[in-house]
């Protein structure tokens, strides 16, 4: 069945400003839009096809469980389910995960634990979850509230009530925030949507030792910087820190659709039979999938790869002293640069030139490439972007 842009547009629900090509197929790190053209993906997806495309080994695994059981309701364990879960905990020296399906619910889910543990532990009164100012945590109505960006909080009010915004990096802005009320403070290690900023290493380490303290629950949504993708396991483990609650998915499900929260000896026996659900969540074939990816990439020689090839990135980046580049800053293979120009300018110009690339508010050009790619790839990449930069007038 052949279609075009105009078509989509008339049958598909007007919710993504989105862009021109019509993308088809993938291989290894490009992919291919109906006319058959090439683009060298520096997106995956908003950082989900970790493996790139046309992966063999997650290709084989997930096929190979399509056709063995594609679903089982929770009501039993399935293998698949079980060995990522097993996998999953070990890799992060986390007790239990509850599997789910998408980074707004594994948020969900982080957030209801948070409150749960709170309550059978101190009852009513202490609920409200810290986030921080610029962050991002999900488009359903409470996580939409967990962000702390005022422009999310419109239109669909009433929102679940219970959180407090904190200004990142601000030490003394967290301790007035963090009344006899609060349950849980919720971080991203990297704020993605945010414009890509790293957190000081400084102001987690104090925000956790604080927490531990008084029995405040550390979350972290690694949703987007998780899962290999700054060069270790998650973002937060730069950071030299232990978190109490863990959010993951994306990168995770390599293309299919996963969600997880990962629980510390703390909380892993908090929720009980009908306190949470999610009828997908741990689906095996997805669950197949995603033992591949944490084979493929979280292990040492893999962190290491991707630590040094973002490293490569920004020394390209830094040292083109293009005039119109303005910071560039991340961890790893999840890197922004903010520039003097739209952002927006930027990624439909790289288009034409046969390169993919992402925004994050209004002033940075977000790199999020598949996790495989090489070098070479990487320089070809961020040529096109000094090119064009630099025909971008000011």
Known sequence: MSYDFNEAKEHIVNSYGRLDPVITHGEGVYLYDKDENKYLDFTSGIGVSSLGYGNQK???ATTNQLKTLAHASNIFFTEPSVKLAKELTEKSNMKKVFLAN?????????IKLARKYSYDKYGNGRSTVLTLIQSFHGRTITTLKATGQEKFHQYFYPFTEGFNYVKANDIEDFKDKLTNDVCAIMLEAIQGEGGVVPLDKDFVQQVVKICNEKDVLVIFDEVQCGIARTGKMFGY???????DIVSVAKGLGAGLPIGGVLCSSKVQDVFKPGDHGSTFGGNPVVCAGALVVLDELCNKKSFEDIAEKGAYVKELLEESKNPQIVDVRGLGLMMGIKVKCAPSLVQKEAIKKGLLVLTAGKDVVRLLPPLVISKEELKTGIDIILEVLSNIQD
């Open 237 to 243: 483990n730069n950071f030299d820190v232990e978190a």
């Open 102 to 110: 998408s980074g707004a619910e594994a948020n969900e889910g982080a």
């Open 58 to 60: 997650w290709i084989e």
